[in-house]
């Protein structure tokens, strides 16, 4: 069975300061990994995916991630945070071939000015 | 910008009521789903779709029922609500390919009193 573990609830960080958000999944077959964001009262919005191919992958808004196969993690980055990043991101993973994409609890992001 | 669209949009029922979330997409995608939220938490998957008459139960078990009658629209039913159905409900489609990310509606919001 697939999953995906977000072991951060919240994290924060200085605006101007690089921002990590951590996720690692487990899955039989290859993954397909997301990274979607969602602001309050809204739906999720797609950041960006790993399929195959380069381990980094850049996405939306300044946002990368990196496939780490080893380690089954897939952290979501940025080099410099802005304060309307603040947001509730979730990673997502779904097993190469499959249907069903499977979701983190969320990791709240707060960026201080 | 994803062309897929939820109403009502906020919803205040009381127990006993028959109510239909809409959702309607414009991608001609095959495939779509019915997710359920807490504010702020977890995804849960309780419908899917993989095109015109097919509907399948996620993950989490739930009282509503779907039906997809044509390819851009996808209602849920719940035929007697109660304040345990109080939640968001995010309605998403993705392309045919299992390589393609969710496009989500902005959710709505139900509260049953």
């Known amino acids: 069975a697939q999953s995906v573990a977000q072991p951060e609830d919240q994290v924060n960080v200085a605006e101007g300061n690089p921002l990590t958000v951590k996720c690692t999944y487990s899955v039989s077959g290859n993954p397909y990994l997301f990274w979607y964001v969602q602001y309050p009262n809204r739906g999720l919005q797609f950041l960006l995916k790993?399929?195959?191919?380069?381990?980094l992958v850049k996405g939306s808004y300044g946002f990368e991630a990196e496939f780490n196969k080893s380690q089954t993690s897939f952290h979501l980055k940025k080099p410099s945070a802005i304060v309307s990043d603040s947001a509730l991101y979730f990673c997502?993973?779904?097993?190469?071939?499959?249907?069903?994409?499977?979701f983190g609890a969320g990791t709240r992001l707060f960026v201080k000015a | 910008e994803a062309d897929i669209y939820q109403t009502p949009r906020y919803l205040v029922i009381g127990t006993g009521k028959k109510i239909t979330l809409e959702c309607s997409q414009t991608?001609?995608?095959?495939?779509m789903y019915w997710y359920q939220q807490d504010p702020g938490m977890e995804l849960h998957l309780i419908h899917y779709s993989y095109g015109v008459n097919s509907t399948e139960k996620g993950d989490l078990s739930s009282e509503s029922t779907v039906s997809r009658i044509r390819t851009e629209h996808f209602p849920l039913t719940l035929e007697s609500a109660r304040p345990s159905h109080t939640s968001q409900y995010l309605c998403?489609?993705?392309?045919?390919?299992?390589?393609?990310?969710?496009?989500f509606g902005e959710g709505s919001r139900l509260t049953v009193l």
């Open positions: 991608m001609g995608h095959d495939k």
């Open positions: 998403a489609s993705s392309e045919r390919s299992s390589t393609g990310e969710l496009f």
């Open positions: 997502a993973v779904r097993e190469g071939g499959g249907f069903k994409t499977i």
């Open positions: 790993y399929i195959t191919g380069d381990n």
